[in-house]
T-cell receptor, first 109, second 111 residues
Framework: GQQVMQIPQYQHVQEGEDFTTYCNSS?????IQWYKQRPGGHPVFLIQ?????EVKKQKRLTFQFGEAKKNSSLHITATQTTDVGTYFC?????????FGKGTRLSVIA | DGGITQSPKYLFRKEGQNVTLSCEQN?????MYWYRQDPGQGLRLIYY???????QKGDIAEGYSVSREKKESFPLTVTSAQKNPTAFYLC??????????FGPGTRLTVL
C-alpha cells in the first residue's frame, strides 16, 4: 500500500537552532498534509500542499513540496521550546490519509 | 463551540470485555475516522466513514467495529477479539478531502 517515510525519527536541538524533517515516497504524492502533536496531545493540522514545487510559510515554519511530488519538508527556523512535539506528514490519496511515523523534536533550552 | 469530543479520556477494562469509545462532532463534517496510536508510533487507520450509514475498514480493522447512524456520531467498539487493545485512540473528522480535525483522544488500558 501507500507509504510515506519520514526522517529523522528523532531530533534533539538546542533552542535557537534550525530543524528540518523530511517526508519521502517512492510514488507520486497527490498532496501532503502536515500535522503537529504535542506530548500527550492530539494531532493538529498545520498545512496542506498540493502543487509541485509549492512553498508555504507560517511564521518560522516553511513547508515545501518537491518538484516531482515525491517528497516534502518542514523547516523550523530558530526553534523555541514551544516547537516541541512530533511532526507528521500525511498523504491524502484515493484512500484516507496515510500518515508517516513522525519526527519527534526535542528542544533543549 | 464547534469541535470534536471523545469520552472518556482514560478507560480501563478487563481482558475479554468489549468497550465502546465515544466520538461526537458538531462541525457538520461528512467524514469521520478512527485511528490507533501506539507509543512512539504514527497513526494507523482503523475505520472511516464518508457518509451516514456507510463505513469502510482501514488498515487494522480486525477486532474493532463501528456504526454511523448519525452524522455527528461515530462510536468505536473494541471487542474481545482485538489481541492488543491497549493504545491511544483518536477520532477525527473532515470535510471531504480537507484537513482532519482530531478529538483529544481516549487512552484505553486493558488489564
Amino acid at each position: 500500500g501507500q507509504q510515506v517515510m519520514q526522517i529523522p525519527q528523532y531530533q534533539h536541538v538546542q533552542e535557537g537552532e534550525d530543524f528540518t524533517t523530511y517526508c519521502n515516497s517512492s510514488t507520486t504524492l497527490s498532496n501532503i498534509q502536515w500535522y503537529k502533536q504535542r506530548p500527550g496531545g492530539h494531532p493538529v493540522f498545520l498545512i496542506q500542499l498540493v502543487k509541485s514545487g509549492e512553498v508555504k510559510k507560517q511564521k518560522r515554519l516553511t513547508f515545501q513540496f518537491g518538484e516531482a511530488k515525491k517528497n516534502s519538508s518542514l523547516h523550523i527556523t530558530a526553534t523555541q521550546t514551544t516547537d516541541v512535539g512530533t511532526y507528521f506528514c500525511a498523504e491524502l490519496g484515493n484512500t484516507p490519509l496515510v500518515f508517516g511515523k513522525g519526527t519527534r523534536l526535542s528542544v533543549i533550552a | 463551540d464547534g469541535g470534536i469530543t471523545q469520552s472518556p479520556k482514560y478507560l480501563f477494562r478487563k481482558e475479554g470485555q468489549n468497550v465502546t469509545l465515544s466520538c461526537e462532532q458538531n462541525l457538520n463534517h461528512d467524514a469521520m475516522y478512527w485511528y490507533r496510536q501506539d507509543p512512539g508510533q504514527g497513526l494507523r487507520l482503523i475505520y472511516y466513514s464518508q457518509i451516514v450509514n456507510d463505513f469502510q475498514k482501514g488498515d487494522i480493522a480486525e477486532g474493532y467495529s463501528v456504526s454511523r447512524e448519525k452524522k455527528e456520531s461515530f462510536p468505536l467498539t473494541v471487542t474481545s477479539a482485538q489481541k492488543n487493545p491497549t493504545a491511544f485512540y483518536l477520532c477525527a473528522s473532515s470535510i471531504a478531502r480537507g484537513a482532519q480535525y482530531f478529538g483529544p483522544g481516549t487512552r484505553l488500558t486493558v488489564l
